[in-house]
C-alpha cells in the first residue's frame, strides 16, 4: 500500500529557507520509472507544480521557481526533501508531495511565511 | 511554459445529469514516447487531489465508469455521465508531457 507524507515547518519567516520532507512507503526510488514530486496550493487557489526527482536522480524544476527550489532523495530513508530560498508570504500555501504518476498524494502541510 | 485552460471555471450540475469539462493545452501533449501525459484530478474541500483519469481516457483504479475521458493533441474532456453528490469539489487538468507539470485552473462543481 503505497502511502506519502509530508513534514517541516508550519510558520517560516520571509527571506528564510524551507526545508520539507515527504516520507513515503510502499515503492522504493530505486525502482526504474518511479518519482516523487512537489505540488503547492495558496489557500483558495490552484494546484502549481513545483518539482520532481525520478529513480535514477532526473530533476525537474518549475521554471518560474526554479532558482529557488532543490529537490534531493535519500533512497535508504525513502525521503526526498525540498528546500525552497528566500520564502515569501506569497509562499504561504499548502504543500504536497505525490508519486510521478500522481496517483497517490500525502494529507499536504500548510506552510505560513510570516513575520 | 505549457498553459493548461480550462472551461468552464464554475459548473452547476444537476444530480443524475451529464457534465462535462474541457482542457486546452497551448502545446501538444504528445510525447517523443508516443503517450500523452493528460491527467484529470478531482479535489474536494479539504482533501489532497485525486487522480481520477490518466494518459487522456484510462481511469485510475477505484474511479467509477461514469467518469470518462477523451481527446488528443491540445483538446481534452472529462465527462460525467451522472453526476452523483459526492462528485462535487474542483476539477483540474494536468499536463505531464513537457518538463514535469502544469495543473489548469480548476473547475468548481456544484449542484445546482
Known amino acids: 500500500q503505497i502511502a506519502l507524507k509530508e513534514s517541516g515547518p508550519t510558520l517560516v519567516k520571509p527571506t528564510q529557507t524551507l526545508t520539507l520532507t515527504c516520507t513515503f512507503s510502499?515503492?522504493?526510488?530505486?525502482?526504474?520509472?518511479?518519482?516523487v514530486g512537489w505540488i503547492r496550493q495558496p489557500p483558495g487557489k490552484a494546484l502549481e507544480w513545483l518539482a520532481l526527482?525520478?529513480?535514477?536522480?532526473?530533476?525537474r524544476y518549475s521554471p518560474s521557481l526554479k532558482s529557488r527550489l532543490t529537490i534531493t532523495q535519500d533512497t535508504s530513508k525513502n525521503q526526498v526533501v525540498l528546500t525552497m530560498t528566500n520564502m515569501d508570504p506569497v509562499d504561504t500555501a499548502t504543500y504536497y508531495c505525490?508519486?510521478?504518476?500522481?496517483?497517490?498524494w500525502g494529507q499536504g502541510t500548510l506552510v505560513t511565511v510570516s513575520s | 511554459d505549457i498553459v493548461m485552460t480550462q472551461t468552464p471555471l464554475s459548473s452547476p450540475v444537476t444530480l443524475g445529469q451529464p457534465a462535462s469539462i474541457s482542457c486546452r493545452s497551448s502545446?501538444?501533449?504528445?510525447?517523443?514516447?508516443?503517450?500523452?501525459?493528460l491527467s484529470w484530478l478531482l479535489q474536494r474541500p479539504g482533501q489532497p487531489p485525486r487522480l481520477l483519469i490518466y494518459?487522456?481516457?484510462n481511469r485510475f483504479p477505484g474511479v467509477p465508469d461514469r467518469f470518462s475521458g477523451s481527446g488528443a493533441g491540445t483538446e481534452f474532456t472529462l465527462k460525467i455521465s451522472r453526476v452523483e453528490a459526492e462528485d462535487v469539489g474542483v476539477y483540474y487538468c494536468?499536463?505531464?508531457?513537457?518538463?514535469?507539470?502544469?495543473f489548469g485552473q480548476g473547475t468548481k462543481v456544484e449542484i445546482k
Open positions: 502545446q501538444s501533449l504528445v510525447h517523443s514516447d508516443g503517450n500523452t501525459y
Open positions: 505525490a508519486n510521478s504518476g500522481f496517483g497517490h
Open positions: 494536468m499536463q505531464a508531457t513537457h518538463l514535469g507539470g502544469t
Open positions: 494518459k487522456i481516457s
Open positions: 526527482i525520478y529513480w535514477d536522480d532526473d530533476k
Open positions: 510502499g515503492f522504493s526510488l530505486s525502482t526504474s520509472g518511479v518519482g
